[in-house]
């Protein structure tokens, strides 16, 4: 496992990170796209990801309003998961309130958490009724106030994340990250100024849905029927990107020819891509089972060749 430092934090993290959403036990409005996972399947994959040194987890407010963080720190504990050794980011959810709020909810967090410090705390998205200065001196207090350890921020555009980086600066607080969907199928951060812009401030990119909801995985290539077992608003998120079977299937065709040479999957291959072409890219793909957590950790045991790095870079340009 390849690990590197994250943002300016002298930690450092696993290229591969666990998305959490899905240990939301199917509660809240965000809870509701995944199924119920039970407290025994949640600890196999939490299990399986640490025995692969992956050593940070990815949750949120959002997710099951405290049910995710819950479900996390019950399988660490279950597993006497050091408090040092492993590291948790987390996020505030902003939409209806105001930046007082992200102090008012700290202490949630901590107790869904059991003991769990909050090495990333993150504003989730810049639609909060407070400006973003006002949040990042709330998120700057935490800091100074012990409670949580480094700042980042989510789904901020390129303004906004400057924005935010220079409000905690002036704190004498570096910006983390900055959380973005990104797929070799949804390049978009690369031409809107967003992962020029972190380079420069070293701001590291958390990529989520690293597979574009499935479609990276040719699975829904392989069998277009199972499209429809997805839920409407993921359907719908996918029409909304131009991802359809036909457009993406030459971008799936390459990531095919290369997955064969290295004896592996689409799916490991397109993880594989997203953090070998960008320095400052880490993943967090969410697993809903042991085994597609083991494959999704396997990603990072390949080793791409300039060639097929710049095959896939060159095939996908479509999609930036």
Request: glycine content about 6%; some cysteine.
């Amino acid at each position: 496992m390849l690990f590197k430092e994250i943002g300016n934090t002298n930690i450092k993290l696993s290229t591969i990170g666990l998305g959490c959403w899905q240990f939301s036990k199917n509660t809240g409005f965000a809870g509701r796209f995944w199924p119920k996972i039970s407290d025994d399947n949640t600890l196999d994959i939490v299990k399986t990801a640490i025995d692969e040194n992956v050593n940070w987890f990815d949750t949120a407010e959002l997710y099951g309003w405290g049910q995710s963080e819950e479900s996390l720190s019950l399988s660490l504990r279950k597993l006497n998961i050091d408090t040092k050794s492993h590291f948790i980011a987390t996020k505030w959810w902003p939409l209806f309130r105001t930046a007082s709020s992200i102090k008012k909810t700290i202490q949630k967090r901590l107790h869904f958490l059991t003991g769990y410090p909050i090495t990333l705390h993150q504003v989730h998205m810049p639609l909060g009724f407070s400006s973003i200065e006002k949040e990042m001196n709330m998120m700057a207090d935490l800091v100074k106030d012990g409670k949580i350890k480094h700042i980042g921020v989510s789904n901020f555009n390129e303004k906004q994340m400057i924005r935010a980086y220079n409000t905690l600066e002036k704190r004498g607080i570096h910006l983390t990250s900055n959380q973005m969907e990104y797929s070799i199928l949804n390049r978009s951060i690369e031409s809107n100024g967003v992962l020029e812009t972190a380079k420069k401030l070293n701001i590291s990119i958390i990529a989520y849905s690293p597979l574009a909801q499935g479609i990276a995985s040719g699975k829904f290539h392989d069998n277009p029927e199972l499209i429809k077992n997805l839920h409407l608003w993921r359907r719908g998120k996918l029409k909304k990107r131009g991802l359809s079977i036909s457009a993406s299937q030459p971008v799936i065709n390459e990531l095919k020819t290369i997955a064969k040479k290295h004896q592996t999957t689409v799916a490991q291959i397109a993880l594989n891509w997203l953090v070998s072409f960008n320095q400052n890219v880490f993943v967090i793909p969410g697993a809903t089972n042991k085994k597609q957590c083991q494959d999704n950790v396997n990603s990072m045991k390949i080793k791409l060749s300039d060639e097929e790095i710049e095959k896939l870079n060159y095939i996908s340009k479509k999609y930036l």
